[in-house]
């Protein structure tokens, strides 16, 4: 089941979906086999909130999920990207802030050449993508010529929750 505040986002899931919050899940205690919240806990000012309401949603012996990219993620680009201060829920320190709520976590890490940029033009769209300005992707991508291979990091972080 998706979960957004976004009608759009949601208008694209493919099955059942509710609008709701993460810090405010729409679910009784203790009801839900499983949360998955992917990409997601970067975007919020104090991500426990979303990992302790995950946590209450969750029935004794459930599987919290989150997925995040590390704050080394696509060192290719470190010099054309802005720099801008660590998220507040990125590979670093996810398994900690989950470790708050869940005693038993396990973390999962990738760190391997996995998106290939095959010309100019890819490098600039994924650079809008990461939120430069078309002018400003144009000359990065000059800048860091294409083919371009990137080495993407980062995190699944699975806790459990006691049975």
């Known amino acids: 089941m998706g979960l957004d505040l976004s009608a759009t986002m949601l208008s694209a899931v493919p099955g059942p979906c509710v609008r709701g919050d993460a810090i405010h899940l729409p679910f009784r205690s203790g009801s839900l086999g499983s949360?998955?919240?992917l990409y997601v806990l970067y975007h919020l000012a104090d991500p426990r909130e979303a990992i302790a309401e995950s946590y209450r949603v969750l029935r004794p012996g459930g599987l919290f999920v989150?997925?995040?990219?590390?704050?080394?993620n696509d060192p290719e680009l470190a010099d054309v990207l802005p720099t801008s201060p660590p998220s507040t829920f990125d590979a670093e320190i996810a398994?900690?802030?989950?470790?708050?709520?869940f005693q038993n976590i396990e973390v999962e890490s990738w760190?391997?050449?996995?998106?290939h940029l095959p010309h100019v033009t890819a490098v600039v769209t994924y650079l809008i993508g990461r939120g430069l300005k078309a002018t400003e992707a144009e000359a990065a991508a000059r800048r860091v010529g294409a083919p371009l291979t990137l080495t993407k990091r980062g995190s699944l972080i699975y806790g459990y929750k006691a049975a």
Not at 66 to 72: E, L, N, Q, V
Not at 95 to 101: G, I, K, M
Not at 111 to 115: E, T, V
């Open 95 to 101: 398994p900690s802030l989950v470790r708050e709520f």
């Open 35 to 37: 949360v998955a919240a």
């Open 66 to 72: 989150a997925a995040t990219p590390s704050r080394y």
């Open 111 to 115: 760190d391997a050449p996995l998106i």
